[in-house]
């Protein structure tokens, strides 16, 4: 008894746990990707090498494991894995981390909390949620979701007194792009690209949710994802980069670092982690947890990068989390009516033995037309 109900409190937790190492991996991909902008790595350049190092490692498994339960490629779910490719690994990517290149890895991330609330909003556009006026959860939501781009906008316009940082250690480049990033101009510039990164990153957990229900294969997906975001990223970084070719030579350092960890935890485990959260919970449920990661980087870069905290931009970070937390109390009262893809062969031996019991039963009735009317009996 004991540990049956151990292993249903194991069941219960997974997503839970799951979207927690989520936003672990995504912490860690912020820090290290800010740590190898300050050394001069293009980020083009890293998005392609952290994708095609996700496509290397991800690929064996998808071939093995999801041998028996991917499904005949068709040119709708083709057309939908190319708009995920280009969605997260190309625009959202690209320009999330050149929005950070203009601010700070504590100030992108505590912008993605913004997330929900876009995702939201596209849900309820596409008829996926639905809003009662007079429902004191649809009233959360909208209330919430109004409160998070107040948030927002409080991060941006509002600096205020400097908090410090918990590091020691920093160096005059860093010194030079910090007082860069004190401009106004850079901000809002740095603002404008990250929440267009956090619209391309709500519009692919939505698509990625709609996919999965007819392809139910999460690492083949997740392969092809990084196969075509790689190639796609590839063409926009020669574009970029053009006439300097020495930002594709990579050394031992933090670069390398960064490209290894983010193929591997950012991108390969994260779509694949991402993908079965959502079979079973939902897109706003995996991007409801971006809080922790803003609260996960503001330690690490702050330590590891030396970088400033302002009272402004923390008073933005709570307001954020409190609109944040009242769109997902009111999602939370929401039944789950999301319909869940089903395997055609178990149905088709569903409805075989449905068929089965009703010509049983039909063999065991008899039917006699008599004067009085049409009696149906069953025999013993």
Same mark, same amino acid.
């Given at each position: 008894m004991e540990n049956n109900q151990t292993q249903h409190w194991l069941e219960r937790a997974k997503p839970f746990i799951a979207v927690i190492f989520l936003q672990l991996g995504f912490a860690g991909v912020d820090v290290l990707f800010k740590a190898a902008m300050n050394k001069g790595m293009s980020n083009y350049v890293l998005v392609v090498y952290r994708h095609t190092i996700a496509f290397i490692v991800i690929t064996p498994f998808a071939f093995i494991l999801d041998k028996k339960v991917r499904p005949k490629m068709t040119m709708s779910i083709f057309m939908k894995i190319v708009a995920l490719s280009l969605l997260e690994p190309v625009i959202d990517q690209n320009l999330y981390f050149l929005g950070m290149k203009y601010t700070t890895a504590t100030f992108a991330v505590a912008m993605t909390n913004i +997330?929900?609330? $876009? #995702?939201?909003?596209?849900?309820?556009?596409?008829?996926?949620?639905?809003?009662? /006026?007079?429902?004191?959860?649809?009233?959360?939501?909208?209330?919430?979701?109004?409160?998070?781009?107040?948030?927002?906008?409080?991060?941006?316009?509002?600096?205020?007194?400097?908090?410090?940082?918990?590091?020691?250690?920093?160096?005059?480049?860093?010194?030079?792009?910090?007082?860069?990033?004190?401009?106004?101009?850079?901000?809002?510039?740095?603002? +404008?690209?990250? $929440? #267009?990164?956090?619209?391309?990153?709500?519009?692919?957990?939505?698509?990625?949710? /709609?996919?999965?229900?007819?392809?139910?294969?999460?690492?083949s997906l997740t392969s092809l994802i990084c196969l075509l975001g790689s190639i796609e990223g590839a063409v926009v970084a020669m574009i970029m980069e053009r006439g300097n070719s020495s930002v594709w030579f990579v050394k031992w350092d933090i670069k390398l670092v960064a490209i290894i960890y983010s193929g591997i935890v950012g991108s390969g485990l994260a779509y694949y982690v991402q993908g079965v959260a959502m079979q079973t919970k939902g897109p706003v449920f995996v991007t409801a947890f971006s809080p922790l990661c803003m609260i996960i980087v503001a330690i690490m870069s702050s330590i590891i990068l030396a970088e400033q905290l302002f009272l402004g931009r923390v008073i933005g970070a709570i307001i954020i989390v409190l609109g944040l937390y009242l769109v997902v109390w009111g999602k939370s009262k929401d039944h789950n009516t999301r319909p869940i893809a089903k395997d055609p062969i178990l149905v088709d031996k569903q409805n075989a033995e449905e068929g089965n019991a009703r010509m049983e039963h039909c063999n065991d009735e008899v039917i006699t037309i008599g004067s009085s009317g049409v009696r149906i009996t069953t025999q013993d």
């Open positions: +997330i929900p609330a $876009i #995702t939201f909003f596209m849900a309820y556009i596409l008829r996926i949620e639905k809003i009662k /006026i007079k429902s004191i959860r649809s009233q959360a939501k909208v209330v919430g979701t109004l409160v998070t781009v107040s948030g927002a906008m409080v991060m941006t316009l509002m600096k205020g007194a400097s908090l410090g940082s918990l590091g020691t250690h920093v160096d005059n480049n860093h010194n030079q792009q910090h007082n860069s990033v004190t401009d106004i101009q850079h901000t809002i510039k740095g603002t +404008i690209m990250i $929440i #267009t990164g956090c619209f391309s990153w709500s519009c692919f957990v939505i698509i990625q949710s /709609i996919t999965l229900d007819t392809y139910p294969a999460e690492l």
